[in-house]
């Protein structure tokens, strides 16, 4: 028996980090300490064993943990990020800023987190990607306009909605298949089972249609990875926690049991107006689409007496295979377009809520219009999902003046009303429990032909400038190519290439009723790749099958830091 006084300063080192799962306190001791000779000649051998095996195993995991309770078991986590993706502006006065996902990289680099990650840079998604999802005509018109040319698509422009609120700017196409690229990545990820979390900053863009932009989104990387999770999950649960509703999410899965969309927001006079509690949903789909609608200066413990019991009524009922989290920040306090009161650590509490169920979660961006607090909130909400307390006082990094003069990671709320009342809260509450209780079980899906896997390529580690993705034998877009970024890790690339295709064709007759909340009459169809061009068949008529995905190759690594780029 082993005497806790034989144990040496290093030896309770190492036991520590054990019990921790702290990948980082082993590289330190294995840097100075052999491990199976040290512990075989100090502590004996079977103890020796134990724990060098230990050791192999953490080293070779991701992520990290949070030390017990539900959140205890490990994470993997993956974090898409492409350093070209804060360069994109959607021009003066716009409050879009892209420079978001570089300020909250920059967050990340500087609080240490990016080494407890498997860092990633996802390929561009290509057209036919797009097109799973998107009208083919308008995925055509994305690629071709630019500043110079709109001009002579003036009718295009405004068949797409394209214009004021989503302009057209010098590398939309460009910046569209990146933040769709890691979305679709990440639900790659997870359905490989290479993470157990999957982070994607730069998607989340939840209002772009099947035909056209809203917004500020052009493309729903959303509904593109949970029809790519749909694969091998047979139910996705998504949940938008951003001010605006997540109406092009939920009006692309509005009639199936498949998906359920829960949708936390601002509801009234309000983009994009939709969002009533009475839509729930239609055909097979009804009771699976939840909406919470709230009003001016929800602070945290209002917004949890909702967001808690749904949620775990949600996972009771539903029982999803993966989830998404839209992590919209603009219902942050203070927020350039929001109205809301919840502060950076109230609204990660929905992700460590979330984290909590050990589904697979794939974590995306959204709104957010106060920049430095988007940082904040983002770089905060990575730390829960690593289970990593980060401090407050803010390193000092290449944007730190955004964060004067406290400079710190949290501020405090506003004391701005709430608006939304105790019994407003418990009616809205009462109610959709009351949905969900009509939920008997779980729907199931039957299971007998697979749907082809998401192909990986991987790159050779010994050409780390090569981009694979430019490489004449892939079937990549010309248009997707890019200079060589400069790198501190090794790179891997994920090259998609779904063999089959899945679309939503949705019908919307949008009538008024109430505050412009959408009562809809949606079309699902699904495209079968069985003939040149593909026979259309409604999915929930045909009851299509499903099943689950095997297990193939790998994504890509990537942490190209940030750089300087001039934004408000």
């Not at 939920?439 to 199931?444: E, G, I, R, T, V």
Request: net charge negative; aromatic share 8%; proline share 5%.
């Amino acid at each position: 028996m082993l005497r806790v006084s034989t144990l040496t300063s290093a030896h309770h080192h190492l036991l520590t980090a054990i019990h921790c799962g702290d990948s980082s306190l082993f590289q330190c001791f294995l840097e100075q300490n052999p491990p199976v000779a040290y512990l075989r000649k100090d502590i004996g051998f079977g103890l020796s064993e134990i724990l060098s095996s230990l050791v192999t195993r953490a080293m070779d995991t991701g992520g990290n943990s949070l030390p017990s309770g539900a959140d205890g078991l490990k994470r993997k986590v993956c974090y898409f990020y492409d350093p070209e993706v804060g360069n994109y502006y959607y021009g003066q006065g716009h409050p879009m800023k892209p420079h978001r996902m570089r300020m909250t990289h920059a967050l990340l680099a500087h609080y240490g987190l990016l080494q407890h990650m498997h860092v990633l840079k996802p390929n561009p998604a290509r057209d036919k990607d797009l097109c799973r999802f998107h009208a083919d005509d308008y995925v055509s018109f994305l690629r071709r306009v630019t500043p110079e040319t709109q001009q002579d698509q003036l009718r295009q422009l405004k068949r797409f909605n394209v214009g004021e609120d989503c302009p057209v700017f010098d590398g939309l196409y460009s910046f569209c298949q990146t933040y769709a690229g890691g979305s679709i990545g990440g639900a790659v990820k997870l359905n490989h089972g290479h993470c157990d979390i999957a982070v994607n900053w730069a998607g989340g863009l939840h209002h772009a249609k099947k035909c056209e932009a809203s917004g500020f989104c052009y493309v729903n990387d959303i509904v593109l990875a949970i029809l790519e999770l749909l694969k091998t999950h047979e139910r996705v649960l998504y949940v938008d926690i951003d001010i605006h509703h997540g109406d092009g999410v939920e009006e692309a899965f509005y009639i199936t049991d498949r998906v359920m969309t829960v949708s936390f927001h601002k509801f009234g006079d309000y983009f994009p107006g939709t969002g009533d509690i009475r839509d729930i949903g239609f055909g097979k789909g009804t009771y699976y689409a939840l909406n919470v609608p709230l009003d001016d200066g929800i602070d945290d413990e209002s917004y949890q007496s909702l967001f808690k019991p749904i949620i775990s009524k949600v996972m009771e009922v539903f029982r999803p295979g993966a989830v998404v989290l839209q992590c919209g920040a603009d219902s942050l306090s203070g927020d350039r377009l929001g109205c809301f009161n919840l502060s950076v650590k109230g609204h990660a509490e929905c992700v460590r809520f979330m984290r909590s169920f050990n589904v697979p979660l794939l974590l995306v961006g959204g709104g957010g219009y106060t920049i430095r607090n988007v940082a904040r909130c983002w770089c905060y909400e990575t730390g829960v999902a690593l289970g990593i307390e980060v401090d407050d006082k803010m390193p000092q990094h290449e944007y730190i003046e955004y964060f004067g003069p406290e400079y710190t990671l949290h501020v405090a709320p506003s004391n701005m009303e709430n608006k939304n009342s105790g019994e407003l809260l418990e009616q809205i509450r009462v109610k959709l429990l009351d949905n969900l209780s009509k939920l008997q079980h779980a729907p199931s899906v039957q299971f007998h032909e697979r749907p082809p896997d998401t192909q990986f390529l991987e790159a050779d580690e010994d050409e780390d400038n090569k981009d694979d993705r430019n490489h004449p034998d892939s079937d990549v877009n010309v248009d997707c190519e890019r200079k060589p970024t400069p790198r501190r890790v090794k790179m891997e690339f994920v090259e998609s290439e779904p063999n089959h295709k899945v679309s939503l064709t949705l019908n919307s007759s949008i009538k008024s009723r109430g505050h412009r909340s959408a009562c809809r009459e949606v079309e699902s169809t699904l495209i079968d790749t069985t003939s040149s061009k593909g026979s259309i068949v409604a999915a929930e008529a045909a009851g299509l099958p499903y099943v689950k995905a095997e297990q193939s190759p790998e994504n890509v690594d990537d942490d190209a830091g940030p750089s300087g780029m001039d934004q408000q």
